[in-house]
């Protein structure tokens, strides 16, 4: 039976089966949370006389932090619609994902700099954690679900345009590095504190070298919407994961990598430099139907979104809790390495300094799951936003 918050000056405490936080675990764990922070976590007696809140069949772990999705629940960020964003926002707290990135595709830039501006108000206001910047400065070879019609070379003055409409709020860009100015826009985009993702590229390896020694830092959806790996030109796939300086996206929803690919690139990068990813769009979380990715219509079938004109794949309807589990039984590592791709390594990936981790002086954000990792309880900020046992 779960009791009712309190607003006392000594907090609450949680106690649970297992609570990973996620560099331990610990068995029959704790989490002292007062308002809206953690306080203290640790196992066996809490130490502090505060109400306590049961829940000894579940595990609990740090919410979820997502650095790549398009919507969900039926809504896009695409428009910057506040309402649209805080239902899509809303659909992924429901899965544990209690920081959320909002990303844009391509579009005219005029497009992106209203979406961008209205994105900016709600990091402001909390509800969002930042924004991703996806296009329109992307290969056409492997521009995935983007209108082409749309895509171009970074120029310095369009890049500088985006980054200032965003106010600091741009968390990531990803760009084509072998584009006419690709290097210098790296350059660029690091030095306003954002970070600069590598994706949709035909880069060879050297080029990806080359931008990385420029500042580029994550590698955006592995394997997918980039040059192919080959014995002779190895391409960026193989440069991000031997580079210490990288970490790589991997979206583990059973069609954007094969399993053994999951494996491969866990074992080649390590856990702590994954960030596992939904690269959702509205359809997460809602029927399957026809949908739109920017201006391109999609067809989604069986959970698996397509171009209705193509038949390639168009981002996902994937949900990082789903994500945990497919890595887990894909991998065969520990659920707490699983938990860190999907909290503390996007979070430090982001700069978010207060998410990704159950720690003291951290948001108290947190997902309570069972023995299947189905989501049981989310909090967000101290506050259930589903309680046990509802």
Same mark, same amino acid.
């Given at each position: 039976?779960?009791?009712?918050?309190?607003?006392?000056?000594?907090?609450?405490?949680?106690?649970?089966? #297992?609570?990973?936080?996620?560099?331990?675990?610990?068995?029959?764990?704790?989490?002292?949370?007062?308002?809206?922070?953690?306080?203290?976590?640790?196992?066996?007696?809490?130490?502090?006389?505060?109400?306590?809140?049961?829940?000894?069949?579940?595990?609990?772990?740090?919410?979820?932090?997502?650095?790549?999705?398009?919507?969900?629940?039926?809504?896009?960020?695409?428009?910057?619609?506040?309402?649209?964003?805080?239902?899509? %926002?809303?659909?992924?707290?429901?899965? &544990?994902?209690?920081?959320?990135?909002?990303?844009?595709?391509?579009?005219?830039?005029?497009?992106?700099?209203?979406?961008?501006?209205?994105?900016?108000?709600?990091?402001?206001?909390?509800?969002l954690s930042g924004v991703h910047l996806e296009g329109p400065w992307l290969s056409e070879r492997h521009r995935?679900?983007?209108?082409?019609?749309?895509?171009?070379?970074?120029?310095?003055?369009?890049?500088?345009?985006?980054?200032?409409?965003?106010?600091?709020?741009?968390?990531?860009?990803?760009?084509?590095?072998?584009?006419?100015?690709?290097?210098?826009?790296?350059?660029?985009?690091?030095?306003?504190?954002?970070?600069?993702?590598? &994706?949709?590229?035909?880069?060879?390896? %050297?080029?990806?070298?080359?931008?990385?020694?420029?500042?580029?830092?994550?590698?955006?959806?592995?394997?997918? &919407?980039?040059?192919?790996?080959?014995?002779?030109?190895?391409?960026?796939?193989?440069?991000?994961?031997?580079?210490? $300086?990288?970490?790589?996206?991997?979206?583990?929803?059973?069609?954007?990598?094969?399993?053994?690919?999951?494996?491969?690139?866990?074992?080649?990068?390590?856990?702590?430099?994954?960030?596992?990813?939904?690269?959702?769009? %509205?359809?997460?979380?809602?029927?399957?139907?026809?949908?739109?990715?920017?201006?391109?219509?999609?067809?989604?079938?069986?959970?698996?979104?397509?171009?209705?004109?193509?038949?390639?794949?168009?981002?996902? #309807?994937?949900?990082?809790?789903?994500?945990? $589990?497919?890595?887990?039984?894909?991998?065969?590592?520990?659920?707490?390495?699983?938990?860190?791709?999907?909290?503390?390594?996007?979070?430090?990936?982001?700069?978010? #300094?207060?998410?990704?981790?159950?720690?003291? &002086?951290?948001?108290?954000?947190?997902?309570?799951?069972?023995?299947?990792? $189905?989501?049981?309880?989310?909090?967000?900020?101290?506050?259930?936003?589903?309680?046990?046992?509802?």
């Amino acid at each position: 039976m779960v009791s009712e918050q309190t607003s006392r000056p000594d907090g609450h405490v949680l106690r649970a089966g #297992t609570v990973t936080t996620p560099t331990e675990s610990h068995h029959h764990g704790w989490v002292h949370i007062v308002g809206d922070r953690v306080r203290q976590v640790g196992a066996g007696e809490p130490p502090v006389p505060a109400p306590v809140v049961h829940l000894p069949a579940l595990t609990v772990l740090p919410g979820f932090v997502d650095a790549h999705t398009h919507g969900g629940g039926g809504f896009s960020y695409s428009d910057g619609d506040p309402d649209a964003a805080a239902n899509a %926002a809303r659909t992924h707290l429901r899965h &544990g994902t209690t920081s959320t990135v909002a990303s844009l595709v391509s579009a005219p830039l005029e497009s992106l700099e209203r979406a961008v501006r209205a994105l900016a108000d709600l990091v402001d206001d909390g509800l969002l954690s930042g924004v991703h910047l996806e296009g329109p400065w992307l290969s056409e070879r492997h521009r995935g679900a983007h209108a082409p019609e749309h895509l171009r070379p970074p120029r310095p003055e369009e890049v500088e345009r985006l980054l200032t409409a965003g106010r600091g709020t741009i968390s990531m860009v990803t760009l084509a590095p072998e584009l006419d100015g690709g290097i210098d826009a790296v350059r660029r985009i690091v030095g306003h504190g954002a970070v600069a993702a590598i &994706g949709h590229t035909d880069a060879t390896y %050297a080029t990806t070298r080359r931008a990385i020694d420029a500042g580029a830092t994550v590698g955006t959806h592995l394997f997918n &919407g980039m040059r192919s790996t080959h014995h002779r030109e190895p391409g960026p796939a193989v440069a991000l994961t031997e580079d210490g $300086r990288c970490r790589v996206e991997l979206i583990a929803d059973g069609h954007h990598l094969h399993d053994a690919m999951l494996r491969h690139a866990a074992l080649v990068a390590g856990t702590d430099r994954v960030l596992l990813v939904s690269d959702s769009i %509205a359809a997460a979380g809602a029927p399957d139907g026809r949908y739109r990715v920017g201006e391109l219509d999609v067809v989604v079938r069986h959970g698996q979104a397509r171009l209705a004109t193509t038949g390639s794949l168009a981002g996902s #309807t994937l949900t990082l809790d789903a994500a945990v $589990r497919r890595f887990v039984e894909a991998t065969g590592y520990p659920l707490g390495q699983a938990v860190r791709a999907a909290s503390s390594t996007p979070a430090r990936t982001l700069g978010l #300094t207060d998410a990704g981790s159950l720690a003291p &002086g951290h948001r108290a954000d947190l997902v309570a799951v069972n023995d299947a990792l $189905r989501v049981e309880g989310v909090m967000r900020a101290g506050r259930w936003v589903i309680r046990p046992g509802s």
